[in-house]
């Protein structure tokens, strides 16, 4: 989660994310895991360094 989150800052880029039969509580654990170390910003989302999509 460090790395994701300093490429991020040092780059001003986005990771994007996209995982197909993942399950619920794995993606779960990581949303939160991302809130957590900051990369995933609820208060102002435009600020987030990620995007996760699941399918």
Do not use: P, W
């Not at 994310?17 to 949303?31: A, I, M, P, S």
């Not at 987030?48 to 399918?55: E, N, Q, R, T, W």
Request: glycine share 10%; net charge neutral.
């Amino acid at each position: 989660m460090e790395l994701i989150n300093n490429i991020a800052k040092a780059h001003g880029c986005v990771s994007v994310f996209g995982r197909v039969g993942e399950r619920t509580r794995e993606g779960n654990d990581l949303y939160i895991e991302m809130k957590e170390f900051r990369v995933i910003n609820e208060q102002n989302i435009e600020k987030s360094k990620v995007a996760l999509v699941y399918g």
